[in-house]
């Protein structure tokens, strides 16, 4: 599998959905062999899904893509059973789903999932508040909970404020978040995001992107997440399964999808989306050549460079985080005024690059910026730097390397 | 790696493979409903063809079932009196309860009250016109008979909304019910109301009774139509993203359905009501009183005049109740408003 090490939450096996006169066949052998338009003309029915299986972990965002048509809906209804499949597995956290009674059913709808729809469904005659507390409410909790918890997670999505209002007088994009505040407010372990952001035009669809990356930091649920959008896949997701008339024909990293397309399908998917967003820093930075701790003395600092061979130098903590940068003209001075500690001039304490973001992203904060460049993870641990330039050339060569595969 | 074993490859069990579908000769809808026809068409020509025009039916079926009919109204009268008493009881109490606190009321107040509801719901022309119209019924002598004949729509609305509501809910779930209740529906609104009132003054007695059951049996398809359609059209959106967090299905009925259906629902009482103010005059026949019976009496004495006046009084109790109802039903629709996309 994928080699992770989080436990395993949401298996598929051989999940087959059809719908017409086929549907009470055997579908896998009798439909196996057939395209899905040779199985609607000559058996009238559609191949909505086909022998899909994939394996989700706990925490991790996995993310479905394909074209209009491709199945992705019926999928993910078909893990909580809005849609019941004609055939093959689902196993939640070592649980057979489908042979779940309609009480374990509803259990499971309530406490183990939450969902987030396209078109956000939200019931028009209830407040935002109480659409958010939904779910809560038919869990049958007292409504003073349900609403203390519902107010909660509307601040979580940023919509304070807004709790006695109906949806209709909300935009589009605020309607979503009650949509997403309605699915978080159970506290459910799996999110199902049925294109969330599509309805959404491109800045706010950008915005709730990064919000959710945000929350997802914080929460680390195990998301599915559809799409028919690489760039948002590649944005969101930890794996990205592209579908095809049912069937999954590719699952990898953004990184695997972009570098290795397993066929034309999925390559006319890449070609649309610019490398530069893609590839990350953590994949161009070095490790750094040298680096002082914030209580050494002047004089260390300006014997690590002349042994380097450097004109600068980055100044950490002792746990390793980043505090800034000193050159070998300032650490001189230093040393002649006698300060007891090196110290980062002001003006040299750039923010950091984070190891994860990618290319585009990176030059963006450091445009300005001549030389090297501290790269950070996800704790502010300085685990590297990278050349300005290098992250400029690495964007113009992904450019061209695009321009010349078109 | 991942920990949890994965689950074996075998599918779930799956249920007997049914017939491969039919090929070969097969019909469009028009050809099926075409050809029958067609067949029908040319058997009665042969037929006519054969034995002339004097043919007659082989057998009179009409005189046995109207017979059984008849026996049957008379064995449910004759054993089953004391529910149709029971029944007639509960409603008329109800009845005159109503009527008692609509003449108990003073016309300035009751006036008032209908002006300040046509008012707030529709505009103050419509409370104006409320207003001018019930006074001018009130001069026209026609007070009394005006509030027995609302009370009697009261109850008549009453009763058709308990029936129509439970029976639509039931239609909009099963297509079975929605297919056995739909001739029944469409016969009990264009069957003459002359038909039933005859078995309802058997079961009732002569009097206000019978009137509502006819009035009920009259009124009671718009309602019960249109609260199916109600449900029926909630979004399948809507109940989906409901059912996705865990309802049950008194929950989505009783949370979602009716909730977003009120507005069809206040349509089909207006209808209802429209309907029920029709069958006043009707009513009157089995004994009714009110303004029906008013315009009936000057019916029988060939008083146009008194006849008019009673049928406008009438139509002034309609244009109010429609108004009403329908701004009511108007602003729930917009309370419903989902965001257009
Ligand atoms: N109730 C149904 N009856 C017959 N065919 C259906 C039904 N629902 C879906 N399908 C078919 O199943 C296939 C997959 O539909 P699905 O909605 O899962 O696609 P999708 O990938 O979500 O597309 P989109 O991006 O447009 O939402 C389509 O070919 C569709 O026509
Ligand atoms: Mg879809």
Redesign the interface.
């Known amino acids: 599998?994928?080699?992770?090490s989080e436990?395993?939450r949401m298996?598929v096996?051989?999940l087959w959905k059809v719908y017409g006169?086929?549907a009470?066949?055997?579908v896998?052998e009798r439909l196996a062999g057939k395209s899905k338009a040779e199985v609607q003309d000559e058996?009238?029915s559609v191949v909505a899904l086909r022998d899909a299986s994939f394996?989700v972990?706990s925490g991790e965002t996995f993310v479905v893509m394909g074209l209009s048509g491709s199945g992705k809906s019926t999928l993910v209804?078909c893990l909580?059973q809005?849609i019941e499949p004609t055939?093959?597995?689902i196993?939640v956290d070592?649980e057979?789903v489908?042979a779940y009674t309609e009480e374990e059913?509803?259990?499971?709808?309530?406490?183990k999932?939450?969902?987030v729809?396209q078109?956000?469904?939200?019931?028009?005659?209830r407040t935002v508040l109480d659409n958010a507390a939904?779910?809560l409410?038919?869990?049958g909790l007292p409504e003073s909970e349900r609403r203390a918890r519902a107010m909660e997670v509307l601040e979580m999505v940023g919509l304070s404020g807004w709790e006695n209002y109906?949806?209709?007088s909300?935009s589009?994009g605020m309607?979503q978040r009650v949509?997403l505040a309605?699915a978080l407010a159970?506290d459910p372990e799996i999110l199902?995001l049925d294109e969330p952001f599509s309805?959404l035009d491109p800045l706010i669809r950008r915005d709730m992107q990064n919000e959710l990356l945000v929350l997802q930091e914080r929460m680390r649920k195990t998301i599915i997440f559809i799409t028919h959008d690489l760039a948002e896949a590649i944005r969101v997701g930890n794996r990205i399964a592209i579908m095809r008339d049912g069937a999954i024909v590719q699952i990898g990293t953004p990184e695997q999808i972009m570098s290795n397309p397993a066929d034309e399908y999925v390559a006319d998917f890449t070609r649309d989306v610019r490398r530069a967003t893609v590839i990350t820093v953590g994949y161009l930075m070095e490790h750094p050549t040298t680096r002082v701790r914030e209580d050494d003395s002047p004089d260390d600092a300006v014997r690590a460079m002349e042994a380097a061979g450097a004109d600068a130098v980055f100044i950490c903590t002792g746990e390793g985080r980043y505090v800034g940068e000193v050159t070998l003209e300032e650490a001189k001075q230093s040393l002649r005024r006698g300060d007891g500690a090196i110290r980062a001039p002001v003006d040299r304490r750039f923010a950091p690059i984070q190891r994860q973001q990618s290319i585009e992203e990176a030059l963006a904060n450091a445009w300005d910026h001549h030389g090297r460049l501290p790269v950070v993870d996800e704790s502010g641990l300085l685990v590297g730097e990278v050349e300005r330039d290098a992250l400029i050339q690495a964007a113009f060569e992904a450019e061209s390397t695009e321009a010349a595969s078109v | 790696?991942?920990?949890?074993t994965?689950?074996?490859?075998a599918?779930?069990p799956?249920?007997p493979?049914?017939a491969?579908?039919r090929k070969g000769f097969q019909l469009n809808r028009w050809q099926r409903v075409a050809l029958p026809i067609g067949g029908f068409v040319v058997a009665i020509l042969v037929a006519a063809g054969i034995w002339g025009s004097e043919m007659e039916f082989p057998a009179d079926v009409g005189g046995p079932i109207a017979d059984w009919v008849n026996d049957t109204i008379r064995t449910i009268t004759r054993n089953f009196s004391f529910i149709f008493d029971t029944i007639a009881d509960v409603v008329l109490r109800f009845l005159l309860w109503l009527e008692a606190i609509f003449l108990w009321i003073p016309w300035p107040v009751m006036v008032g009250g209908i002006g300040y509801v046509a008012w707030r719901m529709v505009s103050w022309r419509m409370a104006l016109f409320s207003m001018l119209a019930l006074v001018a019924v009130g001069f026209a002598g026609l007070w009394p008979s005006a509030m027995e004949t609302t009370a009697l729509i009261v109850v008549a609305v009453v009763i058709s909304i308990a029936v129509a509501i439970p029976l639509g809910i039931l239609a909009a779930r099963s297509n079975t019910v929605d297919a056995i209740l739909r001739p029944f529906l469409d016969g009990m609104q264009t069957m003459p109301s002359f038909v039933y009132l005859v078995p309802a003054i058997m079961l009732f007695g002569i009097g206000n009774v019978p009137a509502i059951f006819a009035t009920v049996i009259y009124a009671v398809p718009p309602a019960i139509r249109l609260t199916s359609l109600g449900i029926r059209q909630v979004t399948p959106?809507?109940v989906?993203?409901?059912?996705?967090?865990?309802?049950?299905r008194r929950?989505l009925l009783l949370?979602?359905q009716l909730?977003?259906a009120i507005p069809s629902i206040m349509a089909g009482v207006n209808q209802t009501t429209m309907m029920a103010l029709a069958m006043v005059v009707v009513g009157a026949l089995v004994g009714a009183g009110g303004l029906g019976e008013d315009v009936l009496r000057a019916l029988q004495r060939f008083q146009p005049g008194e006849a008019l006046l009673g049928g406008l009084a009438i139509v002034v109790l309609a244009i109010i109740v429609d108004r009403v109802t329908q701004a009511w039903a108007k602003e729930r629709q917009e309370?419903?408003?989902?965001?257009a996309?």
């Open positions: 599998m994928n080699g992770q436990p395993l298996s096996r051989n006169p086929a009470g066949l055997d896998a058996l009238k394996d972990s209804r909580i809005l055939m093959g597995q196993f070592g057979d489908l059913r509803i259990e499971f709808r309530r406490h999932t939450g969902m729809f078109y956000f469904g939200l019931l028009p005659h939904w779910g409410e038919v869990q109906r949806p209709s909300l589009g309607q949509g309605r159970s199902l309805a | 790696m991942a920990v949890a994965p689950p074996t490859q599918g779930r799956q249920g493979p049914s491969p579908p959106q809507v989906e993203a409901a059912q996705s967090f865990g309802t049950t929950q949370k979602v909730p977003m309370a419903l408003r989902t965001d996309h």
